[in-house]
């Protein structure tokens, strides 16, 4: 969200708009990140990172849907947040292109962090408390 701050003091037509379409975007994203969030702590009891990991293999369907949008929140081509921050970013860059370079960077390493959370909930060691719950359809997975 620091990016919509910086793209609306660029003050110019593809900066207000680039932040009106992070928000939305950011909203859509969010909250669905937030519904993955909720479901683990509602079956687990705990937010703690370490204990969560290797959850594809009892969640396919909950790791679906986390990545979908952990990649929607990366921007990867194709989403929502994609377009609205390239046209961010476009408004940042005719305003000021150094500051443009450096908000580059910050969509890079967010990117980057919200790769290394979803590999580390989704692969990973599963440690045997986990095997015993379900999936988000609450019927028992059985890998074929």
Known sequence: MNLTVVS?????YHGIQGAIA???SHALCSSG???CIGILYVRYHTRDLPVL???AKTMPIFAF???FYSLANMALPGTFNF?????LLQGVFLSDPINAVICSYSVVMGALYSLALYS???????TGYFSK?????DKPFTPS
Do not use: K
């Not at 609306?8 to 110019?12: R, V």
């Not at 719950?133 to 359809?137: A, E, G, V, W």
């Open 65 to 67: 849907l986390f990545g």
């Open 53 to 55: 990991t290797g959850l």
């Open 120 to 126: 580390r909930i989704c692969f990973g060691t599963l």
């Open 8 to 12: 609306t003091f660029a003050a110019n």
């Open 22 to 24: 992070v928000m939305i």
């Open 83 to 87: 377009v609205a921050e390239i046209i």
């Open 33 to 35: 990140l937030f519904m």
């Open 133 to 137: 719950f379900y999936d988000i359809d």
